[in-house]
């Protein structure tokens, strides 16, 4: 009996094998029509023409792609040359990403492994204390950033009142704002996965680097970050795809002079004036380039695997 209910459970007998694929059903059902369907209603979008006062017009054409890329002057009748505008937009949002997940990880793996190396007691404890920004709306979080970075904040006051400046930090408007909105807004997503990996790190390998004379650093670069290396990979992921397209902290920190590709998309499709198919061209040049640096990721980590 013992062993029948153990062969019947196990990997390799698949017992669900027959009912699998309805097993699955409703999980494909949800991410074709919550993921699937609206990336191909943008991409169909994409390619269709403006309405005067909003929405489309059914009749195919590459003129959003080209208002992207191209500047043809203000009637549309001039020799083509490249749109910097879009570009420039486009990679500000890229540094803004990528220095937002520099920043959590640097932030992020001391406070994962510190967490990690707690007591099995208030492990839980700190991890609860990590997810309480969470139960407050993004929205709200944010303008409470704005609040606090403000000329007549909290912060400045208390530096004024302690003498540190004489006059109060113009930070609002700025890049450094929209960077500390990324950076508080997804601290948690680098912080999590880090500490899931190392919680499962065996710590006897460092014990044993150390009775072999290893320095710290050379334990962390060597035998630590190799084996949390997955937890890293995805804490950055999580990090710097949804701060590329987010368009909160650019719209509420940043002003006009540091938008960023989720706040030209968001225009985009909001009233009457909107561009629907340059949004939905942005989206998918978006999508585009994130697609890409994933199967780069992909690609990496399958070749490791092999290697390995």
């Given at each position: 009996?013992?062993?029948?209910?153990?062969?019947?459970?196990?990997?390799?007998?698949?017992?669900?094998?027959?009912?699998?694929?309805?097993?699955?059903?409703?999980?494909?059902?949800?991410?074709?029509?919550?993921?699937?369907?609206p990336?191909?209603?943008?991409?169909?979008?994409?390619?269709?023409?403006?309405?005067?006062?909003?929405?489309?017009?059914?009749?195919?054409?590459l003129?959003?792609?080209?208002?992207?890329?191209?500047?043809?002057?203000l009637?549309?009748?001039?020799?083509?040359?490249?749109?910097?505008?879009?570009?420039?937009?486009?990679?500000?949002?890229?540094?803004?990403?990528?220095?937002?997940?520099?920043?959590?990880?640097?932030?992020?793996?001391?406070?994962?492994?510190?967490?990690?190396?707690?007591?099995?007691?208030?492990?839980?404890?700190?991890?609860?204390?990590?997810?309480?920004?969470?139960?407050?709306?993004?929205?709200?979080?944010?303008?409470?950033?704005?609040?606090?970075?403000?000329?007549?904040?909290?912060?400045?006051?208390?530096?004024?009142?302690?003498?540190?400046?004489?006059?109060?930090?113009?930070?609002?408007?700025?890049?450094?704002?929209?960077?500390?909105?990324?950076?508080?807004?997804?601290?948690p997503?680098m912080?999590?996965?880090?500490?899931?990996?190392?919680?499962?790190?065996?710590?006897?390998?460092?014990?044993?680097?150390?009775?072999?004379?290893?320095?710290?650093f050379?334990?962390?670069?060597?035998?630590?970050?190799?084996?949390?290396?997955?937890?890293?990979?995805?804490?950055?992921?999580?990090?710097?795809?949804?701060?590329?397209?987010?368009?909160?902290?650019?719209d509420?920190?940043?002003?006009?002079?540091?938008?960023?590709?989720?706040?030209?998309?968001?225009?985009?499709?909001?009233?009457?004036?909107?561009?629907?198919?340059?949004?939905?061209?942005?989206?998918?040049?978006?999508?585009?380039?994130?697609?890409?640096?994933?199967?780069?990721?992909?690609q990496?980590?399958?070749?490791?695997?092999?290697?390995?």
């Amino acid at each position: 009996m013992a062993g029948g209910a153990a062969s019947g459970g196990s990997a390799a007998s698949d017992t669900y094998k027959e009912a699998r694929h309805w097993l699955l059903m409703p999980s494909w059902l949800v991410l074709g029509f919550f993921v699937f369907a609206p990336v191909c209603v943008m991409v169909i979008y994409s390619f269709l023409t403006k309405e005067f006062r909003g929405g489309v017009i059914w009749e195919p054409t590459l003129a959003a792609y080209d208002q992207f890329f191209f500047d043809r002057g203000l009637f549309g009748d001039s020799d083509p040359t490249l749109q910097w505008t879009y570009i420039e937009i486009f990679w500000r949002s890229i540094w803004q990403a990528g220095l937002a997940t520099i920043m959590s990880l640097l932030i992020g793996f001391p406070t994962a492994y510190f967490i990690a190396t707690r007591p099995d007691g208030t492990r839980a404890l700190w991890v609860f204390l990590i997810t309480i920004p969470y139960w407050v709306n993004l929205l709200i979080r944010t303008v409470s950033m704005k609040f606090l970075l403000r000329d007549e904040g909290p912060m400045n006051d208390a530096l004024l009142n302690i003498g540190l400046i004489g006059e109060p930090l113009q930070i609002i408007n700025t890049n450094l704002a929209v960077q500390l909105g990324l950076f508080y807004s997804y601290l948690p997503f680098m912080v999590l996965p880090i500490y899931a990996s190392i919680e499962r790190y065996n710590f006897t390998m460092s014990e044993a680097a150390a009775d072999l004379y290893a320095t710290k650093f050379t334990t962390l670069r060597r035998i630590v970050l190799p084996a949390v290396k997955p937890g890293v990979i995805a804490g950055c992921i999580l990090v710097f795809v949804p701060s590329l397209g987010a368009f909160l902290a650019p719209d509420l920190l940043g002003g006009a002079k540091n938008f960023m590709i989720g706040s030209l998309i968001e225009e985009q499709f909001k009233g009457n004036a909107g561009n629907w198919p340059f949004g939905a061209a942005a989206s998918m040049i978006l999508l585009s380039m994130v697609l890409v640096l994933l199967l780069i990721f992909a690609q990496q980590q399958r070749r490791a695997g092999a290697a390995t």
